[in-house]
C-alpha cells in the first residue's frame, strides 16, 4: 500500500512563497511519475504540476507557469512543489498523488491547505 503524506502548508500573504513536500512510503518512489493537484471550496479539483520518474520531464497549468517548481529527490522519496509569488487565487487544498498505473494517478495524499491573504 502507498502512503503519500504532504506538509509545509499555510498562511502567506500575496507575493509570498511556501514550499510543500509529499514523503511517499510503500512504493519504488522513483518508478513512477508524481502530480501536485489542488482544489478550492466550491469548485473541482485541478492539476497543478506533474514530474516524471527521473525528474527530466515537468509539467505545469497555465495558471502557475513561471510561479511554480516541482521537483524530486529519489533519494528521500520526497517531492516538492516550491511556490512563489503567491495570489489569493492559489488558497486551495493541495494534495500530491503517484501514477503508478499508466494513465491515472492511483494514490492519493491527504492534502495540506494553502491560504493566501490579500
Known amino acids: 500500500q502507498v502512503q503519500l503524506v504532504e506538509s509545509g502548508g499555510g498562511l502567506v500573504q500575496a507575493g509570498g512563497s511556501l514550499r510543500l513536500s509529499c514523503a511517499c512510503s510503500g512504493r519504488t518512489f522513483s518508478s513512477y511519475a508524481m502530480g501536485w493537484f489542488r482544489q478550492a471550496p466550491g469548485k473541482e479539483r485541478e492539476f497543478v504540476a506533474a514530474?516524471?520518474?527521473?525528474?527530466?520531464?515537468?509539467y505545469y497549468a497555465d495558471s502557475v507557469k513561471g510561479r511554480f517548481t516541482i521537483s524530486r529527490d529519489n533519494a528521500k522519496n520526497t517531492v516538492y512543489l516550491q511556490m512563489n509569488s503567491l495570489k489569493p487565487e492559489d488558497t486551495a487544498i493541495y494534495y500530491c498523488?503517484?501514477?503508478?498505473?499508466?494513465?491515472?494517478?492511483?494514490?492519493w495524499g491527504q492534502g495540506t491547505q494553502v491560504t493566501v491573504s490579500s
Open positions: 498523488a503517484i501514477r503508478v498505473t499508466p494513465g491515472t494517478y492511483d494514490y
Open positions: 514530474i516524471s520518474w527521473s525528474g527530466g520531464s515537468t
